[in-house]
């Protein structure tokens, strides 16, 4: 099986519930940072800044994906994934579950802004 090169190749491996998140979740980033570079990084697509820093990373799994932000990022919104499951960086979307676009786009933009104002580059 050859990996793929791309964010649209890595999505079409899945089907159903799977590759209905993955798309949503790559139509909010492209809309949230069109200047960001569209890259497959260890496997899984990622969003690079022109800078060349990774800003964040999404993952497809059995029964969800994974979108991975730096832990600053996901530590800077913690009462508001009170209800979700995380990680260091991540935060779990269940497939078939609503997705949560108002709060990931917050998140988008303090990870580029954490990027451009302070410097945070990927973990």
Same mark, same amino acid.
Do not use: C
């Given at each position: $099986?050859?990996?793929?090169? @791309?964010i649209d190749a ?6 159903? +519930? ?14 949230? *940072? ?13 969003? *690079?800044?022109? %800078? #060349?820093?990774?800003? &964040? =990373?999404? %993952?497809?799994?059995? /029964?969800?994906?994974? &979108?991975? !932000? @730096?832990? %600053? @990022?996901?530590?800077? !919104?913690? @009462?508001? +994934?009170?209800? =979700?499951?995380? #990680? /260091?960086?991540? *935060?779990? +979307?269940?497939? #078939?579950?609503?997705?949560? %676009?108002?709060?990931?786009?917050? $998140? ?11 410097? *945070?580059?990927? =973990?």
């Amino acid at each position: $099986m050859n990996k793929p090169r @791309t964010i649209d190749a890595y999505i079409d491996e899945f089907t159903g +519930l799977a590759r209905d998140l993955l798309q949503q979740l790559h139509a909010l980033v492209r809309e949230a *940072v069109p200047e960001a570079q569209e890259a497959i990084k260890w496997g899984h697509p990622a969003w *690079v800044h022109p %800078s #060349g820093t990774i800003l &964040f =990373m999404i %993952s497809g799994h059995a /029964k969800h994906a994974n &979108f991975a !932000f @730096t832990p %600053s @990022t996901r530590e800077a !919104f913690d @009462t508001e +994934l009170s209800a =979700m499951e995380t #990680g /260091k960086g991540t *935060v779990k +979307l269940p497939y #078939g579950s609503p997705v949560p %676009s108002d709060l990931l786009r917050r $998140m988008i933009a303090y990870r580029v802004r954490e990027h451009e104002d302070d410097g *945070v580059l990927w =973990m």
